[in-house]
């Protein structure tokens, strides 16, 4: 995401072997403790 920040949630969640976008947010979650929309948000300027 910080590669590419114009690139839509679904297609990241694809390009990492997901076929679900809404599992790929899950995982994300859970494993950062932030959605990839907010995670996006919080590191845009970085």
Partial sequence: MRNDPNAL???IAFDYGFSNPSYFI???????????????RKYANS
Wanted: hydrophobic letters at 40%.
């Fill in 9 to 11: 949630i679904a297609d």
């Fill in 26 to 40: 899950r995982c994300f979650k859970n494993a950062y403790d932030i959605t990839p929309a907010a995670y996006r």
